[in-house]
């Protein structure tokens, strides 16, 4: 580290830019939210449309779109497809508790196994949870049996999805106050 990295005002300027990154991300305005909601709704919706609908130029939506990709609001795009068209009709989710020194060695099999769609290092006994997708109940035993070197496994078997995923709700933007509201008053 150099002497201008160390000193204090460089370490200032620092924290403050994670503060403002962080910051960019929770000052979301009505029309970011809105964008937001309209995508939410139909993700497929062209840049004209959209912009019609939350009452933007199209040019100031795709600027729009652009930062909130580079902040982090919107993480990625992508379609959704059926995993029984593809042949894996079988959800499972897989609780391990790795052995000493095998929590990495998990992360990585998971993230290399293609029928594994979701992994998340939780909290509580089991150190992951896993989602995943098989041919046929037969081949359970051999998904299983990859994690089973690295530790124990719990196994649930999806019998159905009464919530599917789902994005997270947006919250709706009131807007300005509307005018010869008096203050006080409930609406």
């Known amino acids: 580290m150099t002497a201008q990295e160390s000193s204090p005002f460089f370490l200032k300027q620092i924290r403050n830019s994670v503060k403002n990154f962080q910051n960019e991300k929770s000052a979301l305005d009505p029309k970011d939210l809105a964008i937001l909601k309209c995508l939410q709704n139909d993700p497929r919706l062209g840049i004209a449309d959209l912009a019609r609908q939350v009452e933007l130029s199209a040019p100031t939506v795709r600027d729009r779109l652009q930062r909130l990709v580079e902040i982090g609001v919107i993480r990625r795009w992508w379609i959704e497809i059926d995993p029984s068209a593809l042949g894996y009709p079988v959800c499972v989710y897989i609780r ?29 006994e089991d150190c992951f949870i896993i989602k995943a997708y098989v041919r046929a109940l037969e081949n359970l035993d051999q998904l299983l049996d990859r994690f089973l070197a690295f530790g124990q496994t719990t196994t649930s078997i999806v019998q159905s999805s009464p919530v599917p995923q789902r994005g997270m709700p947006v919250p709706v933007s009131r807007g300005p106050e509307r005018r010869g509201a008096r203050k006080g008053l409930k609406r």
């Open 96 to 124: 391990v508790r790795p052995m000493p020194g095998q929590l990495n060695k998990i992360a990585a099999l998971a993230n290399e196994l293609p029928q594994v769609v979701e992994a998340h290092r939780v909290t509580g």
